[in-house]
């Protein structure tokens, strides 16, 4: 097996969320691909695989220390790049068309940038209140700082908190431990004259229940966009960015095109490629 090291929604050298991503472990089996996630250590591990569609150009599976996720944002980017740099050739042009546990997904790809078109949410719609107290709770942000509480559900099955100010995002204070699985995630405006629109951050619990923040998250940025365009609190593009708090710098780019999809974009760096790995 080999494993490529790919860093998604970079600003600059290795400012982006590190990505591992194994190619040629096929014949392992979900176990064997989790153990090797959690020994690793990176928020998510992708095992690159053929397609089972005929419409795909790879099939991938995503996993975290936790288990394994139908859906995620940064391995898509990461795994499209890894797959690229190994020799990949799309079926159409700047175009790939991945498989994975939500169907098929497509990424455009403009030379160093990447973008995946959103699926479509599982589930959104506002919090119960006990789901509302409960991410409250877990985010460490006072209740009023919330300006509104939704399922952002895609995949990992997203809790979001809408706050009143990117200050409010960074000042969140999240709490040691949660049931495992816990995915809140919180989004706020910027100032005006900021580098960025919104601010976000992600918390996530290990396999021992211990929150996690993540430095930089497709898969909720992606459902953050659904609800801000849909809320018309931007128009057709913006620019968000996170990880601030883990010690990253990430930049992610969202826009809605004229049919109401939302792509997620942002820069993909290769690291390392061709690593061998024994398991």
């Given amino acids: 097996m080999l494993l490529d090291l790919v860093d998604v929604f970079v600003s600059g050298p290795l400012s982006g969320n590190p990505l591992a991503v194994v190619r040629g472990g096929d014949a392992l089996d979900a176990d064997a691909m989790l153990a090797l996630t ?23 599976r995503i996993f975290y ?38 169907g098929l997904v497509d990424v455009r790809v403009e030379d160093d940038v990447l973008a995946f078109r959103a699926p479509a949410l599982r589930r959104g719609g506002p919090l119960s209140p006990e789901d509302r107290d409960e991410a409250i709770r877990v985010a460490g942000v006072p209740e009023s700082a919330v300006v509104d509480a939704v399922h952002a559900d895609n995949g990992p099955g997203w809790r979001l908190l809408r706050l009143r100010s990117a200050a409010d995002v960074l000042a969140a204070v999240p709490v040691a431990s949660a049931p495992v699985p816990t995915d809140v995630g919180l989004i ?22 211990k929150i996690v923040e993540d430095p930089v998250t497709g898969s ?60």
Avoid: M
Wanted: aromatic content about 8%; overall charge neutral.
């Fill in 188 to 209: 706020g405006p910027c100032a005006p004259g900021a580098d960025s629109d919104f601010e976000l951050r992600a918390f996530f619990t290990n396999p021992q229940g």
């Fill in 220 to 279: 909720l940025n992606a459902a953050a966009a659904q609800v801000v365009f849909a809320a018309g609190l931007a128009q057709h593009r913006y620019v968000a960015t996170q990880g601030r708090r883990t010690g990253a710098d990430g930049r992610v780019v969202l826009t809605q095109d004229g049919q109401g999809a939302v792509w997620v974009a942002g820069g993909v760096r290769l690291v390392s490629q061709g690593g061998v790995v024994e398991a």
């Fill in 65 to 102: 220390p936790a288990g394994e996720l139908p859906f995620a944002g940064h391995p898509t980017l990461g795994t499209a790049k890894a797959w690229l740099a190994a020799g990949g050739v799309p079926r159409t042009p700047g175009l790939v068309i991945q498989e994975c546990g939500v």
């Fill in 38 to 60: 959690r020994w690793l250590g990176f928020s998510e591990t992708t095992f690159l695989l053929p397609p089972t569609d005929p419409a795909a150009d790879y099939r991938v």
